[in-house]
């Protein structure tokens, strides 16, 4: 079923578009609207008054989120420098995009948000970044996933994600590494700049990694090693070379 057709079912059942592949269903209306969008993958979320700790385990296949917020924005055509700082933000949370510039952030309560203010960007902390930024943007919290009963797949999205970033990360290094190598002293300083614009990814990265291990028993160090190693020698080589030009 195309988009076009979807979209006109769900509204033929009194649904709402809130944004993109977003919508408000009625209760009753909730099997009918699976059906429509059984080819999508589709998720039903419903608004909790508690907040529910993500509950995840691989050895006794448990895999439940527990209490996500949605935040959601759109940019217009032309926006780049929003767009840049937008991109910027989303590397410091640790976020499962699950349509466009639709985005499921972890649900944490006030005191728990406290103790990672500046490692990672939660669902307050984003949300009122993209609202400064002039950013049309919205949000639904104390929201549950009832649908499907199991989040391995939306896990596995983050996970493979992260992993994905490291990895890339880590690449992106020992290219660099080759290039400091290889540089002419008049080369050192544009290279320098890389190697901190880097930095600054590192720690992003770091924040986000070392969030899903403490607060959701994932645990993706190893791939955040390899990124590390290739940093630290990327910085050892940059010095060599700084030293070497001096001499």
């Known amino acids: 079923m195309k988009r ?26 909730i099997r009918s609207a699976l059906r429509v969008t059984r080819e999508c ?8 008054r508690e907040l529910l700790r993500s509950q995840i385990d691989f050895d006794k296949e448990i895999y439940d989120l527990g209490s996500v917020a949605i935040i959601a924005y759109k940019l217009l055509k032309g926006e780049t ?5 937008v991109l910027r933000a989303l590397r410091r949370s640790p976020r499962i995009k699950i349509g466009q510039s639709l985005y499921l952030i972890p649900y944490l309560k006030a005191s728990k948000l ?16 993209l609202k400064n930024e002039g950013v049309n943007a919205h ?3 104390h929201m549950k996933i009832i649908y499907p009963s199991s989040h391995k797949s939306l896990l596995r999205l983050m996970m493979d994600h992260e992993s994905l970033t490291c990895q890339k990360m880590t690449l992106a290094l020992k290219r ?3 290039k400091i190598e290889r540089s002419e002293p008049q080369e050192l300083p ?8 880097y930095n600054v990814r590192y720690k992003a990265l770091r924040g986000t990694i070392l969030f899903l291990y403490n607060m959701m028993n994932v645990d993706l160090r190893f791939h955040l090693k390899k990124a590390y190693n290739s940093l630290i020698l990327c910085k050892k080589m940059y010095n060599s070379k700084i030293l070497k030009s001096i001499v």
């Open 114 to 129: 406290e103790s990672y203010k500046g490692k990672v960007m939660l669902q307050d902390e984003l949300f009122d970044f």
């Open 139 to 141: 949000r639904l919290t």
């Open 190 to 197: 544009k290279l320098m700049k890389i190697l901190s614009a």
């Open 176 to 178: 660099l590494m080759a």
């Open 4 to 29: 076009i057709q979807i979209e006109s079912a769900l509204s033929s059942l009194g649904c709402r578009k809130l944004h993109y592949s977003l919508w408000r269903v009625p209760k009753k209306e």
């Open 41 to 48: 993958e589709p998720l039903v979320f419903k608004r909790t």
């Open 81 to 85: 420098g929003k767009r840049n700082a």
